[in-house]
Protein backbone atom coordinates (compact mmCIF):
# COMPACT_ATOMS: atom_id res chain seq x y z
CA UNK A 1 0.00 0.00 0.00
CA UNK A 2 1.23 3.47 -0.75
CA UNK A 3 0.04 6.76 0.86
CA UNK A 4 0.44 10.26 -0.15
CA UNK A 5 -0.14 12.66 2.69
CA UNK A 6 -2.52 15.51 2.12
CA UNK A 7 -1.56 17.94 4.97
CA UNK A 8 0.99 17.38 7.59
CA UNK A 9 1.29 14.59 9.52
CA UNK A 10 2.05 15.53 13.34
CA UNK A 11 4.72 13.30 15.53
CA UNK A 12 2.47 9.97 16.39
CA UNK A 13 -0.59 10.54 15.44
CA UNK A 14 -2.53 7.74 13.43
CA UNK A 15 -2.74 7.37 10.03
CA UNK A 16 -5.98 5.66 9.07
CA UNK A 17 -7.37 4.14 6.06
CA UNK A 18 -10.80 4.62 4.42
CA UNK A 19 -13.15 1.14 4.28
CA UNK A 20 -16.17 2.62 3.12
CA UNK A 21 -17.74 5.61 1.34
CA UNK A 22 -16.80 8.55 3.72
CA UNK A 23 -19.75 10.51 2.35
CA UNK A 24 -22.32 8.94 4.50
CA UNK A 25 -23.63 9.47 7.96
CA UNK A 26 -21.55 8.42 11.10
CA UNK A 27 -23.92 5.60 11.59
CA UNK A 28 -24.27 4.18 8.37
CA UNK A 29 -20.40 4.43 7.87
CA UNK A 30 -20.15 2.44 11.70
CA UNK A 31 -22.90 -0.19 10.56
CA UNK A 32 -20.81 -1.00 7.62
CA UNK A 33 -17.71 -1.44 9.27
CA UNK A 34 -19.14 -4.26 11.21
CA UNK A 35 -18.25 -6.18 7.88
CA UNK A 36 -14.37 -6.20 9.03
CA UNK A 37 -15.34 -6.75 12.79
CA UNK A 38 -14.18 -2.67 14.60
CA UNK A 39 -15.78 0.44 15.30
CA UNK A 40 -13.76 3.11 13.59
CA UNK A 41 -12.48 5.92 16.07
CA UNK A 42 -10.91 7.87 13.60
CA UNK A 43 -11.56 11.82 14.45
CA UNK A 44 -15.14 12.00 12.46
CA UNK A 45 -16.46 9.15 13.76
CA UNK A 46 -15.34 10.08 17.38
CA UNK A 47 -17.19 13.48 17.11
CA UNK A 48 -19.74 14.21 20.16
CA UNK A 49 -22.86 13.38 19.29
CA UNK A 50 -24.27 16.85 18.17
CA UNK A 51 -20.96 17.83 16.03
CA UNK A 52 -21.68 14.19 14.31
CA UNK A 53 -25.33 15.65 13.55
CA UNK A 54 -23.35 18.46 12.07
CA UNK A 55 -21.28 16.16 10.06
CA UNK A 56 -23.91 13.68 9.04
CA UNK A 57 -25.47 16.84 7.18
CA UNK A 58 -22.57 18.07 5.24
CA UNK A 59 -22.08 15.18 4.22
CA UNK A 60 -25.58 14.43 3.27
CA UNK A 61 -25.51 18.13 1.27
CA UNK A 62 -21.95 16.65 -0.03
CA UNK A 63 -23.69 13.39 -0.91
CA UNK A 64 -27.06 14.72 -2.26
CA UNK A 65 -24.95 17.58 -4.40
CA UNK A 66 -22.32 15.13 -5.82
CA UNK A 67 -24.76 12.72 -6.81
CA UNK A 68 -27.18 15.68 -8.45
CA UNK A 69 -24.45 17.98 -10.20
CA UNK A 70 -23.63 17.84 -13.85
CA UNK A 71 -19.39 17.99 -14.38
CA UNK A 72 -18.70 21.09 -16.18
CA UNK A 73 -18.64 19.56 -19.17
CA UNK A 74 -22.70 18.84 -19.57
CA UNK A 75 -23.03 22.51 -18.85
CA UNK A 76 -21.25 23.67 -22.33
CA UNK A 77 -23.85 25.93 -24.44
CA UNK A 78 -26.50 23.59 -22.47
CA UNK A 79 -26.81 25.72 -19.47
CA UNK A 80 -27.87 29.37 -19.14
CA UNK A 81 -24.93 31.92 -17.84
CA UNK A 82 -26.96 32.85 -14.49
CA UNK A 83 -27.99 28.83 -13.49
CA UNK A 84 -23.89 28.37 -14.41
CA UNK A 85 -22.94 31.50 -12.35
CA UNK A 86 -26.02 29.71 -9.36
CA UNK A 87 -23.98 26.43 -9.73
CA UNK A 88 -20.66 27.39 -9.80
CA UNK A 89 -21.74 29.11 -6.03
CA UNK A 90 -23.34 25.73 -4.74
CA UNK A 91 -19.82 24.35 -6.08
CA UNK A 92 -17.96 26.79 -4.20
CA UNK A 93 -19.97 26.12 -0.69
CA UNK A 94 -19.38 22.22 -1.19
CA UNK A 95 -15.48 22.46 -1.54
CA UNK A 96 -15.74 24.43 1.60
CA UNK A 97 -17.95 21.65 3.30
CA UNK A 98 -15.74 19.12 1.73
CA UNK A 99 -13.00 20.72 3.38
CA UNK A 100 -14.38 21.00 6.72
CA UNK A 101 -15.43 17.64 6.75
CA UNK A 102 -11.77 16.14 5.45
CA UNK A 103 -12.93 14.90 2.09
CA UNK A 104 -9.55 16.11 0.15
CA UNK A 105 -10.66 13.88 -2.56
CA UNK A 106 -13.71 15.58 -3.47
CA UNK A 107 -12.32 18.58 -2.40
CA UNK A 108 -9.94 18.19 -5.58
CA UNK A 109 -12.69 16.67 -7.92
CA UNK A 110 -14.51 19.83 -7.48
CA UNK A 111 -11.65 22.31 -7.82
CA UNK A 112 -11.07 20.85 -10.99
CA UNK A 113 -14.61 21.49 -12.20
CA UNK A 114 -14.35 24.91 -10.85
CA UNK A 115 -11.19 25.62 -12.79
CA UNK A 116 -13.14 24.24 -15.96
CA UNK A 117 -16.13 26.40 -14.97
CA UNK A 118 -14.11 29.95 -14.25
CA UNK A 119 -11.78 29.02 -17.75
CA UNK A 120 -15.57 28.96 -19.25
CA UNK A 121 -16.06 32.54 -18.30
CA UNK A 122 -12.79 33.95 -18.15
CA UNK A 123 -12.68 34.43 -15.10
CA UNK A 124 -8.74 34.05 -14.22
CA UNK A 125 -7.99 34.61 -10.30
CA UNK A 126 -11.08 32.32 -9.41
CA UNK A 127 -9.15 29.55 -12.11
CA UNK A 128 -6.02 30.17 -10.47
CA UNK A 129 -8.06 30.08 -7.01
CA UNK A 130 -9.01 26.50 -8.07
CA UNK A 131 -6.25 25.36 -9.82
CA UNK A 132 -3.94 25.88 -6.41
CA UNK A 133 -6.24 23.90 -4.13
CA UNK A 134 -7.06 20.82 -6.92
CA UNK A 135 -2.70 21.22 -8.06
CA UNK A 136 -2.13 21.24 -3.85
CA UNK A 137 -4.37 18.02 -3.32
CA UNK A 138 -3.06 16.39 -6.61
CA UNK A 139 0.66 16.80 -5.21
CA UNK A 140 0.24 15.31 -2.21
CA UNK A 141 -2.54 12.04 -4.16
CA UNK A 142 -0.90 11.63 -7.79
CA UNK A 143 2.68 11.01 -8.96
CA UNK A 144 4.92 12.97 -10.45
CA UNK A 145 3.90 13.22 -14.18
CA UNK A 146 0.75 12.44 -14.08
CA UNK A 147 -1.54 13.94 -16.59
CA UNK A 148 -4.05 15.80 -13.77
CA UNK A 149 -1.08 17.47 -11.85
CA UNK A 150 0.37 18.22 -15.72
CA UNK A 151 -3.09 19.97 -16.56
CA UNK A 152 -3.50 21.79 -13.31
CA UNK A 153 0.58 23.11 -13.61
CA UNK A 154 -0.35 24.24 -16.94
CA UNK A 155 -3.26 26.19 -15.95
CA UNK A 156 -1.22 27.47 -12.87
CA UNK A 157 1.61 28.65 -15.67
CA UNK A 158 -1.31 30.43 -18.15
CA UNK A 159 -4.86 29.98 -17.86
CA UNK A 160 -5.98 31.18 -21.19
CA UNK A 161 -3.85 28.84 -22.75
CA UNK A 162 -4.41 25.73 -20.82
CA UNK A 163 -7.99 26.02 -21.62
CA UNK A 164 -7.74 26.83 -25.17
CA UNK A 165 -11.01 27.74 -27.17
CA UNK A 166 -12.91 26.59 -23.75
CA UNK A 167 -11.53 30.02 -22.37
CA UNK A 168 -14.15 32.74 -22.34
CA UNK A 169 -16.90 30.78 -24.39
CA UNK A 170 -19.46 31.26 -21.79
CA UNK A 171 -19.16 35.05 -22.23
CA UNK A 172 -21.56 37.13 -24.44
CA UNK A 173 -20.64 37.17 -27.95
CA UNK A 174 -20.08 41.04 -27.91
CA UNK A 175 -18.29 41.62 -24.81
Request: charged share 25%; aromatic share 8%.
Amino acid sequence: MEIHAVRRIEPNEEITVTYIDHRFPRDVRQRALQQWHFTCQCAWCSLSTEESLQSDRNRHEILNWGDNYPPVSLWSGLTPLSAMRSSISEGETIIEICKKEGLEMLTQLFAIDMVFAYSEMADTPNCLKYARMAFGIALARQPPGHQQLTLLQRYLENPRKAAGEAWGKRLPKNV
